[in-house]
């Protein structure tokens, strides 16, 4: 895993407060895919990735980073 851009992660689970989340997430995804330089928003399940989720050290779903 790896970021190359102005990137926005979500650490998530399938709880109710990140499937509530989940279209708000594809509508930021939408708008910022079309800035100038484009942004990204990547969501990955910790459930499937702990490592990712012991290496950002989350604690609680969801969990948001913003890496610039």
Not at 13 to 31: D, Q, V
Not at 55 to 66: A, D, H, I, M, S
Request: net charge negative.
């Amino acid at each position: 895993f790896s970021l190359s851009h102005t990137e926005w992660l979500t650490l998530y689970n399938f709880s109710g407060h990140c499937k509530k989340l989940t279209p708000e997430y594809a509508a930021a995804a939408a708008i910022l895919e079309k800035q100038d330089p484009p942004m990204y928003v990547a969501k990955v399940d910790a459930t499937e990735n702990n490592a990712l989720a012991e290496r950002y050290q989350v604690k609680g779903f969801p969990t948001l980073f913003w890496f610039v």
